[in-house]
DNA sequence: TGTATTCGTTATGTATACAATAGCGGGGAC
DNA sequence: GTCCCCGCTATTGTATACATAACGAATACA
């Protein structure tokens, strides 16, 4: 780094190759299927080959990249199928992960921060018709509640595969959600999805372990439905690039 | 390499360092909480400082090791509650995978190889007692079938993260039988397992989703039982170095 | 004109040199 | 005698140079 004297020795440079990759593979600007050149990726992130090297690898190892036989990395490509296949994946390990909390048990302490979320969503969900702003706004804070429920699980390996399972973004339910904010459906769906919130945290006070896993999975399947709703109607899909999947990807 | 310049070319040194790092952690040469010293991993891998970092980069996505925050990696405890959640944890994933063939539908043809399996070991149960050897054939033909099994689901992503789960070895219900061979209930555990392995195929060539997940779960938890089991009777836990547990891992 | 072979360029895999930081030990002072 | 501070050493993080393999283009031959 002659070039660039003033490098943020702060965090490390792996480290900041690797957020900076994520970010363009998530923005759209890095297109699956396309191969990632190290020597271009050199110069976007600042980093070095080697860091740069070290970033690949483990994006390939979270599931964004794809090892190129000959070598080198490509974008990886998801199929329609494939994602409605990770949303019910992260929710059966949800499901996992809320049984867990109520049969292990939780302190009406620990429960707090989860109802606080809840209440914010039900603040945001009385806008009708909910701006882009707020739709931006709950995507964080439903991203937060399942955060919290799943560490809930006490279970360091199933919190470890949630957040693997996690890292596709279009894993996540309120991806989808987004995406088609403007349908009129999606209030609706964001509604009943805050009724499964509200079940699972009763479940799990109550140490019912069967209905808080069920309500989770029930709650992935509503996902799953969103999602084949925006991939029908094909407006605002253009708002996550990264989702700009290809047909015959994994078949 | 100068000194030593017989390399085996047909491998990158990347994987044979991973390879070779892999064995040495499952083997108990190093040992849990351990820190890896590089330069030592470069004179017992025989590849440069590159390669291994990398391995151990994809090591520690892996789950066998940890990132020590000072820098460095070292191998990842694991208490006792962390291998039943990953064993319960597979068993999740492997249901849903049951499910998902058993409602996708697959092909007799595709069954085929499930059922030589079942066969098989079927084949070693009739020995009785059943001796280490056969045991040892028996882990690799359990190994085999739920590799199948999972492969029915034709679900990359759900495929990807049960591999992912099984890289810890003792997610694999079939290690701790092997454990505990010697135990009198080992064989009647297998036998129970055989008759899952019975049911689920049937499940699936009926479309019965909700039952061939069922089945999975119930597998599961078998095998925490036999954890259970083989960790009060602490004979023959020595057969898998790697076991070796830390009672305050993660707690 | 089409195909095959060869050469050149480019990019990846590997090795090593350099830099920086953290841990440890010794020495001094209170 | 104990505690703190300073310096040294060892190990990790980073950068770059080198080797090798793959891809493409161009030319020659059929």
């Known amino acids: 780094m002659k070039a660039v004297p003033e490098v943020d020795r702060s965090v490390s440079q792996t480290v900041k190759a690797q957020l900076a990759l994520r970010d363009q593979i998530l923005a759209g600007s890095l297109r699956p299927g396309e191969r990632i050149s190290e020597l271009q990726a050199v110069e976007t992130t600042g980093a ?17 990249l794809e090892a190129i036989p000959s070598g080198g990395f490509m974008v990886k490509a998801f199929s329609e199928r494939d994602i409605s296949d990770s949303i019910e994946l992260r929710g059966t390990l949800e499901g996992l992960a809320a049984r867990f909390a109520a049969e292990r048990g939780v302190s009406a302490r620990e429960l707090e921060p989860l109802k606080e979320c809840l209440a914010a969503i039900d603040e945001l969900l009385r806008q009708v018709p909910i ?20 560490e809930l699980s ?11 399972a ?3 973004p279009f894993a996540s339910p309120s991806g989808f959600v987004m995406a088609q904010s403007a349908l009129p459906e999606a209030q609706q769906i964001l509604i009943i999805g805050q009724e499964h919130h509200r079940v699972v945290i009763d479940a799990i006070e109550n140490r019912e372990g ?6 989770m999975r029930e709650h992935a399947r509503l996902a799953v439905r969103n999602l084949r709703l925006a991939l029908r109607n094909r407006t605002h899909l253009d708002l996550l690039p990264a989702l700009a999947l290809t047909k015959t990807a994994t078949d």
């Open 48 to 64: 070095s080959r080697t860091p740069v090297r070290m970033a690949l690898v483990r994006l390939e190892e979270e599931g964004l």
């Open 131 to 150: 701006s882009i702003e707020a739709f931006s706004s709950y995507v964080t804070l439903n991203a937060r509640f399942h955060a919290l429920l799943t």
């Open 154 to 164: 006490r279970s360091p390996p199933l919190i470890r595969q949630i957040d693997r």
């Open 166 to 168: 996690s890292a596709l």
């Open 210 to 215: 069967a209905r808080a896993e069920a309500i």
